[in-house]
């Protein structure tokens, strides 16, 4: 009889059609959804379809999603989307989201995203879909194509990493700061092709944005894939955005203490402070006191980590009833426009605007370079992203501190680095 396996050997043996992997096994996976965007989907994967002659093997299985080009800022980016549109278009793609928001968010959204399936995407970020207790990798254009051809792909079975964060954060202290703290400690490759599970009572306590966002950065710890095993609070959003789920389809994807872990490392969230990344890496990070004082002329909120309803709220917990300091420019870019709805609708919005917020598109914008609002040389921004590489931003010479969105608009309103716990108490 198989032993207990980690919740990533489970999914993966669903997928695979087996009742058991073992760590280190090659097995060919059934892929229940493709995620392309933009950026690196059809203007990718189309010359290498039509060189093959191929077709896709079951568009209902596919969704597309325009959020890097968008808004169209020049005949290039027109280019790009008219080409993703025309393809999804002529493949029958089911799922086509076009200039709704960016793909990790935008899929949660409509329930795409369920316990037990096993998802590739085409973006880095794409582990964001294990805060749903599905196995989601991010892979490139090429085994794209084979996976739009024959429906499935070869996996190594990672070995897995626990991650138990005990105890309760304080109030200012978010699921991002638990990754800068986990970036710093852990670095950028110590669990390079490795599932890193989260588990421990503040894990549980956080809501599906904020599980979001811990998933979502295992991609900066070099991981394969980040999972949260599903509950309640799992089950309530996805029947809340339309997924037919009940509690039965979340009983067989819980975390099993008992399985073959390769570490398992503890950690203190109530002892947790607001941390800081400062240039040019997210494991450059510390405490927010370290680097309180820092001139800043740029607050961003924005991209998949930092810009969804929970984020906005966050920010305007501090900035509701202030104004950000002079010389200094908060700009705010929503995940998705059902997002930037949700806080019209209940004030979040206002909030940020009176604050003297300037509001973007929706989209991915200057998280990957695009857009408006880039960085000019020899800028300083914090931002709620979640990678602050040198040139990512904009020009190769700005300086990039990553903080959470309490962090940044704290900042905003300072025109310098501060604890934002000093706002909100």
């Given amino acids: 009889m198989a032993g207990p396996s980690t919740l990533a050997e489970r999914l993966i043996a669903r997928a695979a059609g087996r ?15 493709a995620m392309m965007h933009d950026s690196g989907g059809p203007r990718r994967v189309k010359p290498m379809l039509e060189r093959l002659g191929a077709q896709v093997w079951d568009p209902s299985r596919v969704a597309v999603v325009s959020d890097h080009y968008v808004p169209a800022t020049d005949a290039e980016s027109t280019a790009i989307l008219d080409l993703t549109r025309t393809w ?9 989201f076009d200039s709704e928001g960016i793909c990790h968010v935008v899929l949660p959204e409509r329930g795409l995203v369920r316990p037990g399936m096993f998802i ?36 190594k079975v990672p070995r897995t990493l626990l991650l138990s964060w005990h105890g309760c954060l304080e109030a ?34 956080l809501p599906m944005a904020e599980r979001m966002t811990l998933c979502n950065m295992t991609a900066e710890l070099g991981a ?80 998949c980590t930092g810009a969804k309803l929970d984020d906005l709220r966050m920010a305007a917990e501090v900035l509701r009833g202030r104004r950000i300091a002079a010389g200094t420019r908060l700009v705010v870019a929503p995940a998705s426009i059902r997002i930037q709805r949700q806080a019209e609708a209940d ?17 991915c914008g200057a998280c990957a370079g695009f857009g408006s609002a880039l960085l000019e040389e020899g800028e300083v921004c914090i931002s709620s992203t979640a990678r602050n ?37």
């Fill in 172 to 205: 200012g202290v978010t699921a991002k700061d638990m990754m800068l703290r986990l970036c710093s400690t852990l670095g950028q490759t110590a669990v390079n092709y490795r599932a890193v599970e989260f588990a421990g009572e503040a894990v549980a306590a």
């Fill in 19 to 33: 009742s058991v992997v073992s760590a280190g096994e090659i097995v060919t996976c059934r892929v229940d959804l």
């Fill in 120 to 155: 590739v995407g085409g973006d880095s970020h794409s582990p964001t879909g294990g805060a749903f207790g599905a196995f989601m990798v991010g892979i490139g254009a090429t085994e794209m194509l084979g996976v739009l051809v024959k429906g499935e792909i070869w996996i």
């Fill in 347 to 363: 004030g979040t919005l206002a909030a940020l605007i009176e604050a003297g917020a300037e509001l973007l598109a929706t989209g």
């Fill in 88 to 96: 999804a278009s002529a493949h029958g793609i089911a799922h086509v």
């Fill in 224 to 303: 394969k894939a980040g999972l949260i095993a599903p509950d309640a609070i799992t089950l309530r959003h996805l029947q809340e955005a339309g997924a037919p789920l009940e509690a039965a389809d979340i009983a067989p994807w819980q975390t099993d203490l008992a399985a073959d872990y390769e570490q398992r490392l503890s950690y203190d969230a109530a002892a947790l402070s607001p941390q800081v990344a400062a240039p040019h890496t997210p494991a450059n990070a510390g405490p927010v006191g370290d680097y309180a004082g820092v001139a800043i002329g740029r607050a961003y909120i924005g991209a």
């Fill in 389 to 425: 590489f040198k040139g990512r931003m904009g020009a190769a010479s700005a300086r990039i501190f990553l903080g959470s969105p309490y962090t940044v608009a704290a900042a905003a309103v300072a025109g310098h680095i501060i604890d934002p716990r000093e706002l909100l108490s």
